[in-house]
Nanobody, 118 residues
Framework: VQLQASGGGLVQAGGSLRLSCAAS????????IGWVRQAPGKEREFVAR????????YYTDSVKGRFTVSRDNAENTVYLQMNNLDPDDTAVYYC????????????WGQGTLVTVSS
């Protein structure tokens, strides 16, 4: 499975961005696709995840109500819609895929940089 992340950029505080994670290869049996982020000088942090078949979603508390993760199974793509962005959201965002339950991060995409200016 290969993952291709895109959609990062520079946005002012309060603005929006949509990240995409396009999956290719043997995607039919994936368990979930999610996003983590890593800000400069900080540890990598879970952001959101969506289960590939059932569509259940999970978010870290700091993004609840602002970020929405969704999927398009036909396009093998997961989206992260980010609204009301804050400078604290500035980070490199990575998408990942879980092959099975509990097997976190079986596959990783390259990062995409999100910069939120104040």
């Amino acid at each position: 499975v290969q993952l291709q992340a895109s959609g990062g950029g520079l946005v002012q505080a309060g603005g929006s961005l949509r990240l995409s994670c396009a999956a290719s290869g043997r995607t039919s049996n994936l368990y979930a696709i999610g996003w983590v982020r890593q800000a400069p000088g900080k540890e990598r942090e879970f952001v959101a995840r969506i289960n590939w078949s059932g569509g259940a979603t999970y978010y870290t508390d700091s993004v609840k109500g602002r970020f929405t993760v969704s999927r398009d199974n036909a396009e093998n793509t997961v989206y992260l819609q980010m609204n009301n962005l804050d400078p604290d959201d500035t980070a490199v965002y990575y998408c990942y895929a879980d092959q099975t339950y509990g097997q976190v991060g079986s596959y990783w995409g390259q990062g995409t940089l999100v910069t939120v200016s104040s």
